[in-house]
């Protein structure tokens, strides 16, 4: 699994930087945008670091997208079936949180599918995503537990338990117990 990580983190930085350069944006420009530092996104861009989940969704906000488009790479029409040895998996280095893309890519399809596992005891905080208001999702959990502060309330939620919010109104998500929690991330991404 490794491999598949270190691969899809790579990519992280190409897809950057090529957002980036077609927005006509220079690092700089980017920093003042998304607050995150010109060093940084340099680093990101090399792949010298991966970056959090946090501040990848700040880039992501900065380039007018939300996280799903981001990791939606493909180009023209695919296979209808996406294997799981084939489907990108990232590890958010900070939360240890693992996301893997698990819609087949390319499809032109309007929803988005994600299976997250959410370490024990971590917790992922995101700012202001003006990027995806026009976006919304389902959380579904499978195992374990999770809180997730969404607007001005926190909903727990326990295996089987469904959530439908707006993707910009999300501003944590967090696993209050010693055991990891699995769901599916099911996102309503609107015309493409």
């Not at 893997?100 to 005891?121: K, L, Y």
Request: proline share 6%; charged share 25%; net charge negative.
């Amino acid at each position: 699994m490794e491999n598949e990580e270190d691969d899809f983190a790579r990519s992280i930085g190409e897809r950057v930087r090529a957002l980036r350069n077609e927005r006509g944006l220079t690092l700089e420009q980017l920093a003042e945008m998304s607050g995150v530092s010109r060093a940084m996104i340099s680093r990101i861009e090399r792949a010298e670091t991966s970056p959090t989940a946090v501040l990848l969704a700040r880039l992501c906000s900065a380039l007018g997208l939300s996280l799903s488009v981001f990791f939606d790479t493909a180009a023209g029409a695919s296979e209808p079936l996406a294997r799981r040895v084939d489907q990108p998996v990232w590890r958010d280095p900070e939360s240890g949180y693992l996301r893997r893309v698990v819609g087949p890519p390319g499809t032109g399809s309007c929803v988005d599918v994600v299976e997250v596992e959410f370490p024990p005891a971590a917790e992922v905080r995101f700012g202001s995503q003006p990027a995806s208001r026009t976006q919304w999702q389902h959380v579904w959990l499978f195992e374990g537990e999770m809180e997730l502060a969404v607007g001005e309330r926190t909903y727990r939620l326990a295996a089987g338990d469904c959530l439908h919010m707006n993707v910009g109104e999300v501003h944590a998500f967090r696993n209050p117990t010693d055991k990891p929690a699995r769901y599916a991330v099911v996102i309503d991404l609107g015309p493409r």
